[in-house]
């Protein structure tokens, strides 16, 4: 529903699609398809929305951080490898 309280008719093909719209649909798809068939998060469930994207979003940290350590320490078996096959060869 919009705010007139009408539906947004989704399969008009000639409707024009936002950046934004795009950037919505690219981010959560679902979201986005909700949007557009007029769901809206009540009030009372926006707070506990909030900390669940606070949670994704620390989850997200955490794998960054955790892929480049990941990283550095196959690096570091490699170097480690290259220099007993120097030494001992």
Known sequence: ???SGLRKNVDDASRIISASE???FDYCALSWYYTMEGYRVPAERVETMNRGTVAH?????????NSKLSLTLI?????LI???F???I
Do not use: C, K, N, S
């Not at 690096?75 to 170097?79: K, M, N, V």
């Open 1 to 3: 529903m919009t705010g």
């Open 57 to 65: 979003e620390e989850a997200d940290i955490d794998y960054e951080r």
């Open 86 to 88: 120097v030494v001992f």
């Open 75 to 79: 690096i570091a078996i490699l170097l």
């Open 22 to 24: 795009l950037a919505e």
């Open 82 to 84: 290259l220099f007993m």
